[in-house]
C-alpha cells in the first residue's frame, strides 16, 4: 500500500481507494463461494488530489483524508493495478459518504 501511495498521486479532485476485501466466511467458519460474495463498497482512502478550481476561481480542495474508510458507488471510477493490487480512482464528487469508526 505504502508503495502504490508514493508512486502515484492524483490529479485535480481524484481520489485514490482500495475496496475493503469481502467476507469468505461466515461466523460459524463456512466458507462462502465467490459468487455468493456480497461486493464491498466500502473503500480505504489511499491517496487524495489537491483539488479543483471553482468557476469563481477559489480552490476546492477534497472533503476526505488519506486512512479514512469511505462508501464509493458500485460502478464507475477507474480500476488501476500497481504491484498486482487493485485500487479504484474516483472523483471527490463521486464518493457517497465516510464511514464513522
Known amino acids: 500500500m505504502q508503495a502504490a501511495f508514493r508512486a502515484f498521486r492524483p ?3 481524484r481520489v485514490l481507494v482500495q475496496r475493503v476485501a469481502a467476507e469468505t466466511k461466515t461466523k460459524s467458519g ?7 460474495q456480497d461486493k464491498v463498497n466500502v ?4 491517496a487524495i488530489g ?3 478550481i471553482a ?3 477559489g480552490e476546492r480542495p477534497v472533503v476526505v483524508k488519506v486512512g479514512e474508510k ?4 458500485e460502478y464507475g471510477g477507474t480500476k488501476v493495478n500497481f504491484e498486482d493490487t487493485d485500487y479504484m480512482l474516483f472523483r471527490d464528487g463521486d464518493i457517497l459518504g465516510v464511514m464513522d469508526s
Request: hydrophobic share 50%.
Open 43 to 46: 473503500a480505504t482512502v489511499i
Open 11 to 13: 490529479l485535480m479532485d
Open 50 to 52: 489537491p483539488g479543483r
Open 30 to 36: 463456512l466458507f462462502i463461494p465467490e459468487k455468493a
Open 55 to 57: 468557476e469563481d476561481g
Open 70 to 73: 469511505v462508501l464509493v458507488p
